[in-house]
């Protein structure tokens, strides 16, 4: 069985940077297209960055471009979301998902796999 396994997410103060990680557990499968979302207290579910198996950043939204990076190493099965200059709206759960295909490649329902969320808390 598939799972992913978020890590690196913690308090942070503005300005500050995270560099999280998702480790694709139980599949020999190394070309998984992968995204991370992100979801705050009652807001919906969102889409952060995309990358496409074969390792090329495919999507930024809006609020990440210029601040985050994210990258594959697809040896280790593992995906990353390096964060900079971090800003207090950017608290929230961080999910990671992957998938065979994923397009459109930041909506949720292009994802099959999900991890249970890592929580990332910025102070100003």
């Known amino acids: 069985q598939v799972r992913l396994v978020e890590s690196g997410g913690r308090p942070v103060q503005s300005g500050g940077s995270l560099r999280l990680s998702c480790e694709v557990l139980?599949?020999?499968?190394?070309?998984?297209?992968m995204a991370w979302f992100r979801q705050a207290p009652g807001k919906e579910r969102e889409g952060v960055a995309a990358i496409s198996g074969d390792g090329v950043p495919r999507s930024y939204a809006n609020f990440g471009e210029g601040r985050f990076t994210i990258s594959k190493d697809r040896d280790t099965n593992t995906a990353y979301l390096q964060m900079n200059n971090l800003k207090p709206a950017d608290t929230a759960e961080y999910y990671c998902?992957?998938?065979?295909?994923?397009?459109?490649?930041?909506?949720?329902?292009?994802?099959?796999?999900w991890g249970q969320g890592t929580q990332v808390t910025v102070s100003s």
């Open positions: 139980g599949s020999s499968y190394k070309d998984y297209c």
């Open positions: 998902a992957a998938a065979g295909a994923c397009y459109p490649f930041l909506a949720p329902r292009a994802y099959e796999h």
